[in-house]
């Protein structure tokens, strides 16, 4: 079997966790047939040759994907297919790559590699996980990769798990959360951000955590047998600009996600929630009042879900009028209350990018038509 590690990064160098993960499948046993990493802002030579000296390693410049570019003129593909899945869009700022972009250039090289199975990690999650033991939080060691071959060589098409460590909802007690989180199409997450006082808004690993069918997939934590991307359709993340800046729409996996029952794939909660430093601060807690890198980090998820809402709705097939409407008087009432209570205005400004984004839909739309008819043609062409 051949096993793949892909991986996603700005800049690929000693900030990113590959090497860990790669220390980890030698730990355990796991022989790796390669890995794939993409980046956008340059490779650190030392950290590029301190992982090839462990397992084959395989880039993507995201500026230039040389291989990926050969590949597919030797196959023959459209000009229309190089476009839509190998150029960046002209309109995004420098570095800035869509995510769904992004994974997709993975899978294709991992497609034509010959891979059996892909498993993708973060370039922020590390190989372990965060129990509770005698009363405090302590970090266990995990089989990172027989945690997924566990399932995926029993017949699952696809494995995720969770992250462990601060949840990207910070600790947060205001008038207006509930608003915000339904305006921020994040309404399931509400029981739990009520009750941050008691559990601090940290994830950690279940005692008694049973592995099992779930029906969405955490991109940073996942495997793939490569033979499912043949059924379902590309990663796709919208992105949009606004008055202060270019921005990533988030949930390439979750619009993924919900192409898995429709195509007959079952994916498994694995229950290894590997360690993601959310904050960059662990184990110091967020602070939305008190700490700017907290408060910005946090603004950027929710202008990534904000993003991420209109196509993802249209997907869903759920997008109408009085459901946008509805959403954005909830945005209005718990953006406001969001920037009272942290003092950071740039929260006033999530109706304003919601807007945009709506106005945005079409373009969204046709754009991931585009990616698919590409993805389509590709595979076809890869089989």
Request: aromatic content about 12%.
């Amino acid at each position: 079997m051949k096993i793949f590690l892909g991986t996603v990064t700005g800049r690929l160098d000693y900030s990113c966790s590959l090497i860990r993960f790669l220390e980890n499948a030698e730990k355990y046993g796991h022989k790796l047939s390669g890995v794939i990493a993409t980046y956008s802002r340059g490779a650190h030579e030392a950290y590029v040759a301190a992982a090839r000296a462990v397992a084959p390693l395989h880039l993507i410049d995201l500026n230039e994907s040389s291989y990926l570019r050969g590949t597919f003129k030797k196959l023959g593909l459209s000009p229309r297919t190089h476009s839509a899945l190998l150029d960046l869009p002209d309109s995004l700022g420098s570095g800035l790559v869509p995510y769904g972009f992004n994974r997709n250039q993975v899978a294709a090289e991992a497609i034509l590699r010959g891979a059996d199975v892909l498993i993708f990690i973060d370039s922020d999650v590390l190989p372990y996980v965060l129990v509770r033991k005698n009363g405090e939080i302590a970090q266990e060691d995990v089989d990172f990769f027989g945690s997924h071959l566990k399932f995926l060589n029993a017949g699952s098409g696809v494995t995720t798990g969770e992250y462990s460590g601060s949840n990207i909802l910070p600790p947060a007690l205001f008038d207006g959360m509930d608003d915000l989180l339904l305006g921020l199409k994040k309404e399931n997450m509400i029981p739990y951000w009520r009750d941050c006082e008691k559990h601090r808004c940290v994830t950690l690993k279940e005692k008694d955590a049973v592995a099992g069918p779930c029906d969405k997939i955490l991109g940073g934590n996942a495997g793939f047998r490569t033979e499912v991307f043949f059924s379902l359709p590309p990663f796709y993340s919208p992105y949009y600009t606004a008055s202060d800046g270019f921005f990533l729409a988030r949930g390439e996996d979750t619009v993924l996600s919900a192409a898995l029952k429709p195509a007959g794939i079952n994916c498994t909660e694995i229950q290894t929630p590997v360690f993601h430093d959310t904050y960059g601060n662990w184990p110091n807690l967020p602070d939305l009042r008190a700490d700017p890198k907290a408060r910005s980090r946090f603004y950027y998820a929710c202008a990534g879900w904000v993003g991420r809402n209109p196509f993802m709705l249209w997907r869903l097939g759920e997008a109408g009028e009085e459901v946008f409407e509805k959403m954005r008087r909830h945005l209005v009432i718990g953006a406001r209350a969001a920037a009272e209570y942290t003092g950071e205005s740039r929260f006033d400004t999530l109706p304003e990018k919601f807007d945009i984004c709506l106005a945005g839909l079409n373009r969204a739309e046709e754009e991931f038509n585009a990616v698919s008819e590409a993805w389509a043609e590709f595979l076809k062409a890869a089989e």
